[in-house]
């Protein structure tokens, strides 16, 4: 059992362990099989692929095809993009062993550490995935519903009527519960004060921090440090409730994640401290802004539209809960929260009609996949229509990645979703304050004037 005395050493070797620049190194890569992109300096090009990747995706796209390479640092390793589902779906249905999702998610590294699932491969991988799939399967997500509509119900009893909001604020504020209480498990509001602070200032982290991973020198100076103090005390934290919780008296009953997963290790197959903290980490950075940003667009979006607003208020009073899952999905469809889904090669493949040589990073643009009028009629205009009744065209709609790396949470945030809109649609109205556009935040986008809504008492 890891004591608190360890929980400083383990910060600092995770964080100078996982750094980018301390990765294996990939071998080199021959320019000439690639595809084509620009010629910018590496440093315009990471830049305009992190911070400004809503106009770039686009413009690669229109420039240079359905297929572009983009070399990001550190060390101007070459990113191929495709954006036909086609291509899309060579990519996801490629050998695991060959096409690894946790070499290309690398820079995520120093946060969520090398247990997390979104940065192993291989065996490592199955079996990190075999452990957490039972707490993410029909039974358990049923089992969460309630507690989510709890936590709904609770933030929107704060609403005022006639209040002017910011959903994004509101729905981070939500999801943030949702997180600490059903994956985490955490109840007692002292440390819940405690948490909160420091899992927003996790989220928060900047696209120039992100990029700063790769040279660990920046983080003794300004905003790195300030992120790997944050870290510290976050650690701490997470370590002293997983010790708590191995001793809980209830453990057996309890129905949060952590719990849960801690119970099933019982069985024979544990996980350390270690992989448990790494594992809770990723679950939150995926789960929380992902699905806050979803959920702020939705409710933007449904504000804009009377005749979409009197829809869901139907569905939320009927019980319709396939419209406002379609709600949802077309939000995420929209408004990507994630720009693209990666993979690094570990052996040369032939994607898309190149030959490219392993080291090379390729995956499908979200941004460009899900805007495709050959993919979608109007793909500008905001249908939930389009996902009621059947599934889109296969690998057109890609929020969750695909093949065996599909986000294991995919169906806690789609259950989510649905009983957040339901809880708000029964209590208001809303209609849309001015006009928005997405800006990058970490990872992640979001609304750049938080989706400013007003509700209304029904």
Known sequence: MTTLDDVDQLTTQRMRRMSPGNQRRLPLIDDSTLPPGPRWPVLVQTAALLRFRHWFHPYMHQRYGDVFTVRVAPGGRPLVFVTRPEHAK????????????????????????????????????KRARKLLMPAFNGHALRAYEDLVTEVAQAQVATWRDGEELSALERMNALTLEVILRVVFGVTDESRLAQLRPRVNATVNVSPVVLLGWGYPRLQRYGPWKRTVDN???????????????RTAPDLAERTDVLSRLIVQGEGGDALSDTELRDQLVTLLLAGHETTASALAWALYEVGRDPVLLARCRAAADEGDDAYLEAVMKESMRLHPIIPMVVRTLMKPATIAGYDLPAGTTIGPSIIITHAREDNYEDPSAFRPERFLGHHPPTNTWIPFGGGVRRCIGAGFAQMEGVAVLRQVFTAYDVSAVGDDVPKVRNITSVPRSGARVRVTAR
Request: glycine share 12%; no cysteine.
């Open 90 to 125: 060579e990519v996801f249905a490629g050998d695991p062993e060959v096409f690894h999702a946790g070499k290309a998610n690398g820079i995520l590294g120093p946060i969520m550490g090398e247990h997390s699932l979104l940065l192993q491969d291989g065996s490592e991988h």
């Open 231 to 245: 870290q510290r005390e976050l650690d701490r934290l997470m370590y002293a409730e997983i010790r708590e919780r």
